[in-house]
């Protein structure tokens, strides 16, 4: 369990939430991850699931919820309250996942989303960490950022650049493309990406010469939002 706090039901409640973190997990896989009794992890985990703190996927898997990321940045965040907005209606137009992305270090953070309510989708739940190494997203928030790079050619980022979206096919994952943009702030600066994601066979292999006019127009409304409070 690593460093303890003393408190034993916040010690294994922490376990509980970062063994779901790591990937959606059923109660048997949060069993093996934790060592903790079947009963005790299914109460823990239910009572976080009360909480917002851990949710389940379309399987009955939990996943960290949408609480972690209010809590990480705040329900007075301007971005946030707009993702609230904006992000519904590019899901609705699209029919297909979307991501709101903050790079943090080596890792980017989906700190929104909205998914479709049925058929086959790409979730990223919210507070999961992903690799900077590969996807849409990544390429968007390296060519604007500073820091690590390295997965990308200095190319491959002017290119993204150029475009002013970025596009990948089965990088992140197996069987699935997305198109991502830019988010900036009041000053210019990028601050967020903005994906649409769904499956190769639905999406296509040129997701951004689908999507990319419809992302753009969303993060420009983003972005609006920002400059009001800006």
């Known amino acids: 369990m690593g ?3 003393g408190i034993g039901v916040l010690d294994k409640a922490v376990v509980v939430l970062r063994a779901a973190a790591a990937t959606p997990c059923a109660l048997g896989e949060l069993c093996e991850r934790t060592g903790l009794p079947r009963a005790t992890a299914h109460r823990l985990a239910v009572g976080l699931e009360t909480h917002r703190l ?3 996927d379309a399987d ?3 996943r960290p919820g949408p609480a972690l990321g209010e809590l990480a940045h705040g329900h007075g965040d301007p971005l946030l309250a707009a ?3 904006v992000l519904p209606e590019l899901r609705d137009l699209t029919g297909e996942s979307i991501q709101l992305y903050r790079r943090d ?5 989906c700190v929104a989303a909205a998914e479709p309510s049925s058929g086959l989708r790409d979730t990223v739940p919210v507070g999961v960490r992903v690799s900077m190494a590969a996807g849409s997203g990544a390429k968007v928030l390296a060519a604007w950022s500073r820091g690590p790079a390295a997965a ?3 190319a491959v980022l002017e290119e993204v650049r150029r475009r ?3 596009q990948s096919v089965a990088e992140r994952e197996a069987g699935v493309a997305s198109v991502s943009a830019p988010v900036r702030d009041a000053d210019g600066t990028v601050v967020a990406a903005v994906s649409v994601s769904g499956p190769v066979d639905r999406i296509g292999r040129r997701p951004g010469a689908r999507w990319a006019d ?3 127009t969303a993060a420009r409304r983003l972005e609006g939002r920002l400059a009001e409070v800006g």
């Open 83 to 85: 993702a609230d907005e």
């Open 164 to 166: 002013g979206w970025a």
């Open 54 to 56: 851990l949710a389940r």
């Open 152 to 154: 990308f050619s200095e």
């Open 105 to 109: 270090g080596d890792a980017r953070v």
């Open 60 to 62: 009955g898997r939990w």
């Open 214 to 216: 419809a992302l753009l």
């Open 3 to 5: 460093q303890g706090s």
